[in-house]
């Protein structure tokens, strides 16, 4: 064997590996993510109407302090951070954490939108004015008696498709549902 085709082997040689650990890599995320999903609600995103029903909703004030709890790509927060409000993400998901973090810098509401990578269950809830959540129905029983513990008279909670199963919304709108702490 020449130079020329020990050269061309090892090429060849080098790209199949790289190409075995990017597979193993994707295999790896997949059961990661697959794995956090079970765990809790999976990532799935708030359409862009559901965001445009709450700001037209709920009258948001400059420096009212926000929450989605699960805040998946960060889309909420920012846009609430966009309108003056101190908004924060609590989200499992490293990668989404990641991401949403990305976008914050990007846009410039590093000191208006902040995520957590936490588990919102674990974490005090009082100093909201309003909650946002968009969860599975298992996650909103236990939610709902933290939230009602937790929260101060007034505070707001809007859901996104899934009900609180004792809480009675005081609006419903064909995407959110809307509770007020009494
Ligand atoms: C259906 S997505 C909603 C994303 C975002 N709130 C939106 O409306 O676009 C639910 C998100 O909640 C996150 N999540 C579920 N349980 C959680 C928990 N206990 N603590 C923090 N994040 C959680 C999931 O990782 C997922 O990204």
Known sequence: MNLGQSILFFLIYFFLIILILLEIL???LGIFFMFIGF????????HKKVIEDLLKEIEFKKGMKVADLGSG???VIIALAKIGCEAHGYEINPFLCWFTRLRIKKLGLKKQ??????????????????????????QMEKLEEKLLKE??????????????????????TKFLKIYKKE
Do not use: C, M
């Open 151 to 172: 929260l101060k008279t007034g505070s707001l909670v809007v859901s996104n498709a899934f009900s609180f199963p004792h809480w009675q919304p005081f609006k419903t």
């Open 73 to 75: 790509d960060g889309r």
């Open 113 to 138: 939108a902040f995520v957590h990578r936490k588990n919102f269950f674990s974490e005090d809830l009082s100093k909201f004015d309003l909650i946002f959540t968009y969860l599975l129905p298992k």
């Open 26 to 28: 994707v295999i790896a």
């Open 39 to 46: 765990k809790s609600a999976p990532y799935v995103p708030s």
